[in-house]
């Protein structure tokens, strides 16, 4: 059978297909489209997605619907492309092992405010993913970071109800928490055995950091009930209180001031503000040099409070300094 040369016509739609393929978008380039060997992010349903050898990725805004939950297991690597977003209304988990950590990168999580089963990442790299709620909008129910490497993005985390967890976590960035509750039981928040850079935490909750490594400022604002316990700080430590705030359920105890770092204890009187006290106990006072700074003299200049300016109502008095880090 003689076959017909292609037309001038037929020839320009196959050199087009050609061209057009030659242009797919290089695997693993942040916000471009699908690439061929891609695979969409199964999103609905009780889903367990595993390792395929392939990307899986979130395009543009997404959902997880009320009742679905979506579980990555080990060597699952996921991207988000064209401005990913994923809003989680049921539930989300990764289940990362040792050697075979789930990826994720470029997706911002800020549209989730209200799953009605937990977000949890285990053993996971994150990566250009962020974590900051809109204005005027704030979480509701469970939160979970343990084994994490949060290594890039922005983590601003707004929560009203429920608990945040930072469990054994490394953050590369600076972490900022703030509480807002409506009513009933103030949301808790747990930082332990965790590694971050800068943390500021503000508003009414059960707050914890314990067993943590700071590497640079915490800053404490209107807080309520918090715990700093065996941690080593490198940076300044600040709590603040408005005039009808309370220092009485600050405990800190059995932590590593390193560095020469230092405390500051702020809150202006009001016309009806008592002089309240709050104790350091076993801290050890560290110099630049890796000294201990041991006497009352010495001690005394690593804390500013009402002892330093008499418009602050608060003190600072400490037991037991160490003469070695814990």
């Not at 020839?11 to 969409?40: H, N, Q, S, Y």
């Not at 967890?165 to 928040?189: H, Q, R, V, W, Y």
């Not at 715990?227 to 700080?233: G, M």
Request: proline content about 6%; aromatic content about 8%.
């Amino acid at each position: 059978m003689r076959i017909r040369p292609l037309s001038i016509v037929a020839r320009k739609v196959v050199l087009t297909a050609v061209v057009a393929g030659a242009a797919l978008p290089i695997r693993g380039v942040a916000g471009t489209a699908f690439a061929a060997e891609d695979v969409p992010l199964p999103l609905t349903g009780r889903q367990t997605v595993k390792a395929i050898g392939k990307r899986y990725v979130i395009d543009g805004k997404q959902t997880i619907p009320a009742g679905s939950v979506i579980r990555l297991e080990a060597n699952v690597h996921v991207a988000g492309i064209n401005g990913a977003t994923l809003d989680v209304k049921g539930g989300f988990r990764t289940s990362g092992v040792g050697g075979s950590r789930v990826t994720i990168e470029n997706v911002d999580f800020s549209p989730t405010v209200a799953p009605d089963n937990e977000v949890h990442f285990d053993m996971t790299d994150l990566d250009g993913c962020s974590f900051s709620q809109a204005e005027g909008a704030s979480f509701s129910g469970g939160f979970t970071m343990e084994n994490t490497n949060y290594n890039s993005g922005t983590f601003s985390f707004r929560i009203q109800a429920g608990y945040l967890k930072l469990m054994s976590a490394k953050f590369n960035g600076a972490c900022a928490i703030e509480c807002n509750p409506d009513k009933g039981t103030p949301p808790e928040i747990s930082i332990r055995g965790s590694t971050l850079q800068a943390l500021s935490l503000s508003g009414n909750a059960l707050a914890t950091l314990r067993s943590a490594t700071l590497k640079g400022a915490f800053h404490a604002e209107k807080f309520t009930s918090l715990v700093v316990d065996s941690c080593d700080l490198s940076g300044d430590l600040t709590f603040v209180e408005p005039p009808e705030g309370s220092f009485s359920k600050l405990q800190l105890s059995k932590c590593n001031l390193l560095a020469g770092s230092k405390l500051a204890f702020r809150r202006t009187a009001g016309p009806k503000t008592p002089m309240e006290k709050v104790r350091i106990d076993k801290f050890y006072f560290g110099t630049s040099d890796g000294k201990p700074d041991m006497t009352d003299k010495q001690i005394g200049e690593r804390i500013q409070d009402g002892a330093d300016d008499p418009e602050v109502s608060v003190k600072a008095f400490w037991q037991n300094p160490q003469e070695r880090p814990r």
